[in-house]
Nanobody, 123 residues
Framework: QLQLVESGGGLVQAGGSLRLSCAAS????????MGWFRQAPGKEREFVGG????????YYGDSVKGRFTISRDNAKNTVYLQMNSLKPEDTAAYYC????????????????WGQGTQVTVSS
């Protein structure tokens, strides 16, 4: 089992920034591709972005490309989501997830999930 715990969510004004963290424990973190997803009330879970095991490759959903950046520190078993130029439509619960494969954008492909952290962007 891999346990994931997100932190860093909160309330921010439009145009502001937040950095989310996801701390992993229980298995070898560096053997997993990591992803971030988000889900707003009444909407489907949306792919935000992913990062390869080494951190050398990142890929993003169209709605966040150019504003959000994913990074990871395998020595700290942590993956980050830096969110800049936030918009009210970014308001959602944000989840990190772990996958044994690279490049998946569908939430059903991911093996382990955190409990989520809420991000609210006010206009």
């Amino acid at each position: 089992q891999l346990q994931l715990v997100e932190s860093g969510g909160g309330l921010v004004q439009a145009g502001g920034s937040l950095r989310l963290s996801c701390a992993a424990s229980g298995r070898t973190f560096s053997t997993y591709t990591m992803g971030w997803f988000r889900q707003a009330p009444g909407k489907e879970r949306e792919f935000v972005g992913g990062i390869s095991r080494s951190g050398s490759r990142t890929y993003y959903g169209d709605s966040v490309k150019g504003r959000f950046t994913i990074s990871r520190d395998n020595a700290k078993n942590t993956v980050y989501l830096q969110m800049n130029s936030l918009k009210p439509e970014d308001t959602a619960a944000y989840y990190c997830a772990a996958d044994s494969s690279l490049g998946n954008r569908r939430w059903s492909e991911y093996d382990y999930w955190g409990q989520g952290t809420q991000v609210t962007v006010s206009s």
